[in-house]
């Protein structure tokens, strides 16, 4: 294996970590939406959010991406491997977000939500100032959680022809007939941003811990 | 479109003995990787340094690692030691070995936030180690971590579907067949999903089920 081949490598790792974080920064507020769209029991579309959430969490992300690749081409509508990648990426993680964010909804005190009302704070305000403020305090673990997660499905988007760490891992492997070395390289690459992600979750479990023993 | 449904229908035979492997291969591994979870629970809540080290950098370690490229590694990477495993052997044993670490972490968690008296009381009736685990601890962990090992279950079964990269014929495998076969991608993929959403809709039941046992017991 040569320094290019590890220079390929990283340059597929460039790629994983920008899809990743593309599909998170898309995928949190469509999961919020989702997950307000239950909260306030939005006749009918509530249910199909419902459908949504639980068929998607049951899908595994390759069976979506090859759906989305290869369908949606035969509905006419056109799609290349990295915007196919993105969206696959986007659907599945807003419908876990969705869930996370739920939960954090569910236990929201009503009393605060009344006394906003109360004092004539408008739906707008009151969301934004009183309601997000406190979920996103008690969602942000989970939402850690289900970005580890999310890079952990990613080296799938190889199967569509995206050019991740995995990709250029398997093709130095079998230029090379060395499958191990590239292997290796990309295991050095995919754990230490995994292991950062779950660091971080624990970190802010513990900190949010000791502010709630301190109050 | 309800064309492509019906060549579909034609191909059931391929689709259902995809849905029966994925069941299979999901079911082996995920009853290997909770015996295998529950060797490894002890081994990280052990007093030994050393076995708690080696158990808990296991475990992080298969937590920092992507399933796929584990599953390459098994079925790519192992030959350079010399070990050859066909798809099914590689395909089993990477989705054991992978989860039998989450398997021991979901465990542990449990295990730490049982009620200290049953093993005290266990350990004053001078109940062996091993029999202790087995007979007092064992039983409510698995109750009490019933519905975390129903994800994880629902998680070996997506898993699954990344083994059709080394051409184990389980159901994404057979959809991706018919599809290139008959090129019906939509109703070959969409049936696909439908069938893994009514697998974890089985297992969401049977978790249910185990819940109201735990209840019952309670």
Redo the contacts between chains.
């Keep these: 294996m040569s320094a290019g081949d590890i220079a390929a490598i990283f340059g597929g790792a460039v790629v994983t970590v920008s899809l990743s974080l593309v599909g998170i920064l898309i995928g949190l507020p469509i999961g919020l939406g989702l997950a307000l769209i239950r909260w306030a029991n939005v006749p009918f579309v509530a249910r199909i959010v419902v459908l949504y959430v639980s068929v998607l969490r049951a899908t595994p992300l390759v069976t979506l991406l090859l759906l989305l690749f290869f369908a949606l081409p035969n509905i006419g509508v056109p799609i290349n491997p990295i915007s196919a990648a993105i969206l696959a990426l986007v659907m599945n993680t807003s419908a876990f977000n969705c869930e996370v964010w739920r939960s954090a909804l569910m236990g929201f005190p009503k009393d605060q939500y009344e006394a906003a009302q109360s004092v004539g704070m408008r739906a707008g305000q009151r969301f934004r100032r009183i309601v997000l403020p406190q979920i996103v305090r008690v969602s942000l673990p989970g939402l850690v959680n289900e970005m580890s997660l999310l890079i952990k499905v990613t080296p799938v988007l190889a199967v569509v022809g995206v050019v991740d760490i995995t990709r250029a891992a398997v093709r130095i492997g079998s230029e090379t007939y060395e499958p191990l070395p590239p292997f290796l390289v990309a295991i050095a690459l995919y754990a230490p941003i995994v292991f950062a992600l779950v660091s971080l979750q624990r970190w802010i479990e513990r900190r949010q811990l000791a502010v709630e023993a301190a109050a | 479109m309800i064309h492509d449904f019906g060549i579909v229908w034609s191909e059931r035979a391929l689709l259902l003995s995809g849905l029966a492997n994925t069941t299979i291969l999901s079911a082996l591994s995920a009853v290997a990787a909770l015996l295998l979870g529950c060797i490894l629970t002890p081994a990280l809540m052990s007093k030994q340094r050393l076995v708690s080290w080696v158990a808990r950098v296991f475990v992080?370690?298969m937590?920092?690692?992507?399933?796929?490229?584990f599953a390459?590694?098994v079925y790519?990477?192992f030959p350079?030691f010399g070990v050859r495993l066909d798809n099914w052997t590689s395909g089993l044993a990477a989705l054991t070995i992978y989860n039998a670490a989450y398997m021991a972490e979901i465990l542990r968690g449990a295990w730490a936030a049982q009620p200290r008296e049953p093993i005290e009381a266990g350990v004053a009736f001078g109940f062996p180690e091993l029999r202790l685990f087995r007979r007092i601890i064992l039983p409510p962990l698995l109750l009490s971590a019933g519905p975390v090992l129903g994800n994880q279950m629902?998680q070996i079964?997506?898993?699954?579907?990344?083994l059709?990269?080394i051409a184990l014929p389980e159901?994404?495998h057979a959809?991706?067949s018919i599809?290139s076969r008959h090129?019906v991608?939509?109703a070959a993929?969409?049936t696909?999903?439908?069938l893994?959403?009514g697998?974890?809709?089985v297992i969401e039941a049977g978790v249910n089920s185990i819940g109201r046992v735990a209840e019952a017991r309670r």
Excluded: E, H, M
């Design positions: 992080d370690g937590r920092c690692v992507p399933f796929l490229l390459y590694i790519y990477g350079s629902i079964i997506k898993d699954s579907a990344f059709t990269i159901l994404t959809a991706s599809q090129y991608p939509f993929f969409i696909a999903v439908f893994y959403w697998l974890c809709l």
